[in-house]
């Protein structure tokens, strides 16, 4: 809440960063609805977008961050994905394995925001 709000009070431009949980997300929307001029309008043009690790390499997710961003969909505030497999340690060692691992993460991802709102 408070990396959003010392951002959205220091520039016009769209602000990206994470939230801890569904509540901190409901904070931030609250905000940038203020700012807005009201949640409809935020929804037409959304200035800001959450960041959700939700992949845990190898192929696992997040519980929390999952939520987070399922509700984040719902809202229709953008989500950037994030996986970050680690080649040799929560992937194969290669850079071919690592990339296709990474491709079947951020896919997960994908259709995971696709099932909560197509």
């Known amino acids: 809440m408070n990396c959003f709000f010392a951002a959205l009070k220091a520039t016009g ?32 043009q959304p200035f800001i977008s959450v960041i959700t690790s939700f992949a845990i390499s190898p192929l696992k997710l997040c519980t929390q ?3 987070i961003m399922q509700e984040a969909v719902r809202h229709r505030i953008p989500v950037a994905l994030s996986s970050a497999p680690m080649a040799g340690s ?3 060692m290669t850079m071919a394995g690592t990339l296709a ?4 993460e951020q896919l997960a991802g994908i259709v995971i925001c696709q099932l909560t709102r197509p």
Not at 15 to 40: I, P, Q, R, T, Y
Not at 101 to 104: C, D, I, R, T, W
Request: aromatic fraction near 2%.
């Open 13 to 44: 431009k769209h602000v990206m960063a994470g939230v801890n949980d569904e509540e901190g997300l409901h904070k931030v929307l609250n905000l940038a609805s203020m700012l807005a001029g009201g949640f409809e309008k935020l929804q037409k």
């Open 65 to 67: 961050s999952t939520l």
């Open 90 to 92: 929560t992937s194969p």
């Open 101 to 104: 691992q990474l491709h079947a």
